[in-house]
Nanobody, 122 residues
Framework: QVQLVESGGGLVQAGGSLRLSCAAS????????MGWYRQAPGKQRELVAS???????YYADSVKGRFTISRDNAKNTVYLQMNSLKPEDTGVYYC????????????????WGQGTQVTVSS
């Protein structure tokens, strides 16, 4: 059974830091893009950062210069280092990965983690 397991959320004061981790497990052939989304109360889920298998990175404008996404392909893990956190960064953070499960097809599908709460107090 393929799953994404997140860790690292919590409560932090404004200006503080947190590091999120997301590990993919199960029978996986390869991983394409991996990313982090967040959903604040009453708002739609939004893409925060993503990284391709080749290392190309995207950041939302709201987190540029403060967040850093990275991945360890040997561990099937993606990280999100969050510095200079602001109250508006509060929300549930979800890991997303585009997984290829078999070698005989290039088809892949999206998987989501269960979400981890990040709360930044002012």
């Amino acid at each position: 059974q393929v799953q994404l397991v997140e860790s690292g959320g919590g409560l932090v004061q404004a200006g503080g830091s947190l590091r999120l981790s997301c590990a993919a497990s199960g029978r996986i052939f390869s991983i394409n893009d991996m990313g982090w989304y967040r959903q604040a109360p009453g708002k739609q889920r939004e893409l925060v950062a993503s990284i391709t298998s080749g290392g190309s990175i995207y950041y939302a404008d709201s987190v540029k210069g403060r967040f850093t996404i990275s991945r360890d392909n040997a561990k099937n893990t993606v990280y999100l280092q969050m510095n200079s956190l602001k109250p508006e960064d509060t929300g549930v953070y979800y890991c997303n990965a585009d997984l290829r499960l078999n070698s005989w097809t290039t088809m892949s599908r999206q998987y989501w983690g269960q979400g981890t709460q990040v709360t930044v107090s002012s």
